[in-house]
């Protein structure tokens, strides 16, 4: 710690209650008078210093024309602490200046007057040698920004306040510097006079420092911090540093304020929380999306101002592919709100994040469909995406509130864009279980709820569950059914394709394909599977039948007639799931009529 020890003389002043006598022999001829404490001192250390004092010292003495006078100042920077080292410092007592006195010190000084008008080294260049060397290391350079708290608004005419913070700024800077090897970075000394290496300092060490500022010193810090050029990622941990210190957040579990600021009402609550919003920075990812998250629950607590809540919901939207469902489900906070969670937020997150989006306009999903199924591997996951899966999530969650009308569901729904769901997996579970909470909707609304999906884009587990489902419109299910079988029977005609080529496969040699025998083992295997897959729709089809009705009243429900065509033997064999001999059984015949023709061409070869 920098320090100085001034003076030569042993200690003479004494404390008797509230009043301070100076022992030296001579009786007091002045009286210092500062709040409840008094001084009785003697005029001639004083005047030969202090140019205040040896001014109001003779006005006292023109009007009175006595020797002894009283002199009030009660408005000297630090108060009677700050006097007391001044008035040893007249007296030549000992006294020691360090980061913990000199800026209360150094402003007495310049209220005092004591320049170098009346003797040489004078206080205040002896307070301004010292702060120099407090500046010069980091943790003094807190402990004296610290007590300029005492001291506003002198230490802002003094520019103590700006110089400690510029010099905060310059060693957080270094830091960096020297985190990434920068050759033109100095060393970085700590509080007691060792030199610190990039390895033995871990990231976010200011934090803590910084966190015992009050907030308006906090406040001048964070942006002069910001333009000396540190990271905008660092300035919002220091935030967050900050707020969970000082400010507690609504977050998964219940709110604790033990762990606020002694004696902070909701209204000085409510006043750091927008100030503390208002510091973030405004860059992408740089604050975690789960905190933003946490704030705007708070805030809606508190009844923040508008344009604070507005603010989180901006910076939340320009980065909902980073949310958590567990942190979107935002308690509604209102007395007349009808839904357990608050919807309307959700939306206008959901609005701040599709026009964050707009402009890049993507033109395809992240991930391929084959069959109507989600490819793995196919792409990463885009931010539209991520967010798909989390509204669609998001809804299946709210679903069951019985007080969610259909127009809020729908709106929430069909914000995100068809490209955007590689499957409509979660959004059939959301649908599904909006409509088992609410089964007093009409055929009407919901067929218009089932709209919002794309039934070609389920996949075979939802094909099956949605087929069999009775809380879905019956043109829903048709449709179902429809694409299933559908992507049934390409996938079979793709097989007996492969089967097909798989005669002209050869090896370099001139030999058949060492493979081809795996091959149509796998495809019996496949037909197979798909086998069984037909048959388990054809029973659907037969239940659906009698429960509706007949086909007669399905053809005629939906102005359907069945088309008879010829076509060709092998599609026959892959579109006609009633078949008279199995699909497998046929693979069989195929094999061994392959079979025959490979011993015909090896006869051949051997000729």
């Known amino acids: 710690m920098a320090s100085m020890k001034l003076g030569s003389k042993s200690e003479v002043f004494l404390l008797d209650g509230y009043t301070w006598y100076c022992s030296t022999g001579l009786p007091s001829d002045v009286i ?44 000297i920077p630090g108060g009677a602490k700050a006097f007391l080292l001044a008035a040893k410092f007249c007296y ?5 200046l360090n980061a913990a006195n000199v ?24 307070t301004e040698h010292v702060l120099d060397e407090v500046l010069s290391n980091w943790s003094d350079t807190i402990q004296a920004l610290e007590s300029c708290e005492e001291v506003l608004p002198e230490t802002d005419e003094l520019h103590i306040v700006s110089r400690c913070i510029a010099s905060l700024a310059s060693k957080a800077s270094s830091y960096d510097q020297a985190l990434l090897g920068s050759p033109s970075s100095g060393p970085f000394w700590n509080g007691i006079g060792e030199e610190l290496k990039p390895e033995s300092m871990n990231d976010g060490w200011w934090y803590e420092d910084v966190s015992f500022l009050n907030l308006p010193l906090f406040r001048r810090l964070i942006l002069d911090f910001g333009d000396h050029g540190i990271k905008p990622g660092k300035i919002s941990g220091s935030i967050m540093h900050y707020a969970r210190k000082h400010l507690s957040l609504i977050g998964r579990q219940p709110s604790n304020r033990s762990s606020d600021g002694p004696g902070l009402s909701d209204e000085e609550r409510k006043d750091l929380l927008e100030e503390i919003v208002d510091l973030l920075p ?46 979107l489900l935002v308690p509604n906070m209102g007395y007349s709100s009808e839904t357990l969670y608050d919807i309307d937020c959700v939306q206008r997150i959901l609005d701040h994040f599709m026009a964050s989006e707009g402009e890049e306009n993507p033109t395809a999903p992240a991930s391929t469909l084959e069959d109507g199924r989600l490819v793995e591997g196919s792409g990463s996951l885009t931010p539209m995406t991520m967010v798909a899966n989390l509204i669609d999530s998001y809804l299946a969650e709210v679903a069951p509130d019985v007080n969610l ?45 089932c709209r ?33 079988q559908l992507r049934l029977r390409t996938s079979v005609a793709g097989w007996f394709y492969v089967s097909d080529n798989l005669e002209n496969s050869r090896n370099p040699s001139g030999n058949l394909a060492v493979t081809r025998n795996d091959k149509i083992e796998e495809v ?6 798909l086998e069984e897959e037909c048959m388990s729709m054809k029973g659907d089809l037969q239940k659906l ?29 892959a579109r006609n799931t009633k078949c008279s001999v199995p699909l497998s059984a046929k693979v069989a015949a195929i094999d061994d009529e392959r079979d025959g023709k490979q011993d015909h061409e090896a006869s051949e070869l051997g000729d």
């Open 452 to 484: 919002l999906m794309n039934c070609q884009k389920l996949s075979l587990e939802a094909s099956t569950h949605a087929a069999q489902n009775e809380r879905l419109p019956l043109r829903v299910i048709v449709q179902v059914l429809f694409f299933e």
């Open 282 to 327: 405004c860059e992408k990812g740089v604050t975690p999306t789960n905190f933003l998250l946490n704030l705007l629950r708070t805030s809606m607590m508190l009844h923040a101002t508008e344009s604070c809540r507005e603010n989180l919901e901006k910076l939340i939207g320009a980065q909902l592919d980073g949310a958590v469902l567990e942190d």
């Open 92 to 96: 030549e007592v000992k006294i020691e």
């Open 545 to 573: 039948a009698k429960g509706k009705g007949g086909w007669g009243l399905f053809f005629r429900k939906f102005s359907l007639k069945p088309k008879l065509r010829s076509i060709d033997p092998k599609q026959s064999m």
């Open 405 to 449: 009308k259909l127009t809020k569901f729908q709106s929430l729904a069909v914000v995100i864009p068809d490209y955007a769901r590689p499957q409509d997996d979660g959004l059939y579970r959301a649908i599904d279980i909006y409509l088992k909470a609410h089964p007093w909707l009409v055929d009407s609304e919901r067929e218009e709820l």
């Open 524 to 529: 019996r295997d496949r037909v197979s599977k």
């Open 32 to 75: 210092i008078e500062i709040e409840d404490t008094s001084f009785h001192l003697h005029k001639y250390p004083l005047l030969s210093r202090s140019g205040l004092l040896a001014n109001l010292i003779r006005e006292h003495s023109e009007e009175d024309g006595q020797q002894k006078c009283t002199i009030h100042l009660d408005d």
């Open 103 to 126: 800026v209360s010190l150094r402003c007495a000084a310049e209220y005092l007057q004591m320049t170098e008008d009346y003797i040489e080294s004078n206080l205040i260049s002896q």
